[in-house]
């Protein structure tokens, strides 16, 4: 599997950005799908994770302001976020891995897009 994140901007404080991530090269339907990202001079961090068997998990500062979503018929996995705050100005990234549990550290992820710059201004 192969991925590319789209999606990244510059947005003012309070708006909405959708993020996608197209899978390549094989079906990813059994697979765990996940966002990271990453602020300058800080180590990546979980954002969401959707498991093939459409079971969700968020970090505690996007709860409620993003939603993690997948299209398998187009091999897509979208991350709508809205009420977009300066701090979750980072580039983000998509990743993918198999297997049945659910997992939050990047670390436990293999496949990997080449992320998109979110940027929120004040």
């Known amino acids: 599997v192969q991925l590319q994140a789209s999606g990244g901007g510059l947005v003012r404080a309070g708006g909405s950005l959708r993020l996608s991530c197209a899978a390549s090269?094989?079906?990813?339907?059994?697979?765990?799908m996940a966002w990271f990202r990453q602020a300058p001079g800080k180590e990546r961090e979980f954002v969401a994770v959707l498991s093939w068997r459409d079971s969700t998990s968020y970090a505690d500062s996007v709860k409620d302001r993003f939603t993690i979503s997948r299209d398998n018929a187009k091999n897509t996995v979208s991350l709508q976020m809205n009420d977009l705050e300066p701090d979750d100005t980072a580039v983000y990234y998509c990743?993918?891995?198999?297997?049945?549990?659910?997992?939050?550290?990047?670390?436990?992820?293999?496949?990997w897009g080449q992320g998109t710059l979110v940027t929120v201004s004040s």
């Open positions: 990743a993918a891995r198999s297997g049945l549990l659910l997992r939050l550290n990047a670390n436990d992820y293999d496949i």
């Open positions: 090269g094989r079906t990813f339907t059994n697979y765990n």
